[in-house]
């Protein structure tokens, strides 16, 4: 690809200039600012056309607010929509669809390449060990379908530092979850059997599984292994069941339904996933567009920026058919590296599914609604009890956790005029101070956060909230202050003293009394919810730091202790904790432990007391 680029004092001064190459030009403001991302079959034709037609009142002003143009010239028109979509992510145009989801799809992942695979949730790149199952539509459908999973199947779904050091089984044999390979429970051929039918299920073979299953229950019953051949028949039963509620009729590929809905200028558009036959779950999106979008052109940019960042399933099911469907449709399939269906007019149990779908879209759009107007309240309601000159359009929060001063962690939440930006959240693991020290905690991760603030990476917040009174609130305030940031609204918030929720108090810079709000403030209600969710992203973070120490044991660092050795040790001791009130003597009089390995060994546990 190539790139034109200049500066005219007079936007029109460029048009003789352009290619008449497909490309996607770039509108920009006086200050540099990207007014609207555009493609273009042919770049000198579409562009000059915003300057020579009669407009729409969108499009008249947007040429009013033009002082610039830049166009990227590419090879094809796929490809042109394809850095559009990029584009628009990542600028943020005023003028074009834009859609918030910076999360890509969840997965369920089997780690067939462990002796013992495992179940587990799994977000990512999709080049990793194991096999993955889904695209999902969310989180929660993963979850869901992993308890099924448990349920079905007793395949593990423990972390690998639990299952190496188990003694014994845990909780998940016991009510008939998990057939407790950790300690040898289950033969390798059964978790193997297991483990085989769990990936037939994930991968749409159901049938093949329940074929499976009946032979196996009346093998046991043949052998006059009634209680086996029970425990058969509970799981075709079962099975059957998750099969009736996820099953779509007539289905045995993978499609998205997608359906738009709209009120008051607010967009919802809605995706239902179908893989394998199966139906996985949905999920809404609310899409920025200018007041005067129509639904095609909104559906049009949504798919585009949707399917740069998610994968392209066989067929798409619309609820109208998109502008420009025929460049959509090939640079779709050129992505995908396969052909794509896409369908509008759909019959029979497609168009239940579609109508399904639409109704979703309209429910969801009137929860938003509901709750956007709730939270403009509360936002206005903040303005007046902090007095400042305007609504505050972006709030950052910050917390701290830690457990007795070990493995502190700092979290910022962000909100804006729309509510949580999670896409902004960011974590500091706090290193080099004295353990429990909050207000070097929130020195460490306030200078990290605005240092990167202002070298520009990040907007400035109209309000910062720190989880803390007077100490917290200052020492903010000087570490804001070393980084040549001045004037931001800060507000300490402080348990009351009974600590009960509604009776916080508010700590401002330069006042020596706090501000307190009654309990059923809009204001008090809003902070409260960002500083519930700064603790509740600061405490994930803090138990994920703290699980993944604890992961790694003691015994795994001990050279000569390999895991059969490891395994003997938890055993013969019934887990760590035994281990680590055993003595050298007792220590070496476990099999294939030498008694230099055992002072090594207990060496290990006992580092602080030599």
């Given amino acids: 690809m190539t790139r034109a680029s200049e500066a005219p004092t007079d936007p029109r ?9 497909p490309g996607v030009y770039r509108m920009l403001d006086a200050g540099g600012t990207v007014l609207y991302v555009g ?6 034709r579409r562009v000059s056309s915003y300057f020579g037609r009669t407009l729409t009142p969108r499009h008249a002003r947007l040429v009013s607010l033009i002082a610039d143009i830049d166009v990227t010239v590419t090879r094809t028109e796929g490809e042109a929509l394809l850095l559009e979509s990029q584009l628009i992510k990542s600028l943020q145009p005023r003028f074009n669809v834009l859609l918030r989801d910076d999360k890509s799809y969840p997965y369920i992942q089997l780690t067939t390449q462990d002796d013992y695979p ?7 790149p999709r080049q990793t060990d194991g096999r993955l199952f889904g695209p999902y539509p969310s989180a929660w459908a993963v979850r869901e379908t992993l308890q099924i999973l448990q349920k079905l199947f007793p395949v593990r779904q423990c972390e690998d530092g639990f299952f190496r050091h188990r003694s014994r089984p845990c909780l998940q044999y016991q009510i008939k979850r998990c057939s407790a390979p950790c300690v040898g429970l289950v033969t390798p051929e059964q978790y193997a059997e297991d483990v085989a039918r769990t990936a037939k299920f994930l991968d749409g073979r159901a049938g093949e599984v329940i074929d499976e299953l009946i032979g196996a229950m009346e093998t046991a019953s043949a052998a006059l292994e009634f209680e086996r051949a029970a425990q058969y028949r509970d799981r075709i039963q079962a099975l059957r069941r998750v099969l009736e509620r996820q099953s779509v009729i007539g289905e045995d590929g993978d499609l998205d339904l997608i359906a738009c809905a709209r009120e008051a200028d607010v967009w919802c558009v809605q995706v239902f996933v179908v893989r394998r036959g199966r139906h996985l779950g949905n999920t809404a999106f609310f899409p920025k567009a200018p007041a005067d979008t129509e639904e095609s052109a909104l559906l049009a940019g949504f798919l585009a920026q949707f399917y740069a960042m998610h994968e392209v399933p066989d067929t798409l099911i619309l609820s109208t058919r998109p502008d420009e469907a025929e460049i959509l449709h ?10 794509v269906r896409l369908q509008v007019d759909v019959r029979g149990e497609r168009a239940r599914w579609l109508d399904m779908a ?4 309209r429910f969801a759009l009137q929860q938003r609604l509901g709750s956007q107007a709730g939270y403009a309240r509360r936002l206005e309601s903040l303005r007046e009890a902090l007095e400042l000159a305007d609504r505050p359009e972006r709030m950052e929060c910050f917390d701290i956790s830690h457990t007795q001063g070990e493995h502190t962690v700092a979290s910022c939440v962000v909100f804006d005029g729309e509510g949580a930006r999670k896409s902004d959240y960011r974590r500091f693991n706090i290193t080099g101070i004295t353990p429990g020290d909050d207000y070097a905690a929130l020195d460490q991760a306030l200078t990290r956060r605005y240092t990167r603030v202002g070298q520009g990476e990040y907007p400035i917040p109209d309000l910062i909230l720190i989880d803390g009174g007077r100490g917290q609130l200052a020492a903010v305030d000087e570490a804001l202050q070393e980084l040549g940031l001045h004037g931001l609204n800060l507000v300490g918030v402080s348990k009351g003293p009974d600590r009960r ?4 108090r508010l700590w401002l810079l330069g006042r020596e009394v706090p501000v ?4 059923d403030s809009p204001a008090m209600h809003l902070i409260q919810q960002i500083r519930d969710e700064a603790h509740r992203f600061a405490i994930t973070g803090h138990r994920q730091r703290r699980a993944k120490a604890r992961a790694t044991s003691a015994l795994e660092d001990i050279p000569g202790l390999g895991p059969k050795r490891r395994q003997r040790l938890l055993k013969h001791f019934g887990g760590l904790r035994g281990l680590e009130r055993a003595g050298i003597d007792d220590i070496a009089g476990v099999e ?9 060994i207990h060496a290990a546990f006992h580092r602080d007391q030599a």
């Fill in 330 to 339: 090939a640079a779709l399939a050129e992505r995908a590296g396969r052909t």
């Fill in 39 to 44: 493609k273009a079959k042919n770049l000198k």
């Fill in 501 to 504: 929720p509604g009776a916080e």
């Fill in 592 to 600: 294939g432990i030498s008694r230099p390995l055992a002072q090594r």
């Fill in 516 to 519: 307190i709000l009654p309990s």
């Fill in 118 to 124: 495992r179940l587990t949730f799994y977000r990512g």
């Fill in 13 to 21: 001064r460029r048009l003789n200039d352009l290619p008449t190459g």
């Fill in 358 to 361: 639409r109704d979703n879209a």
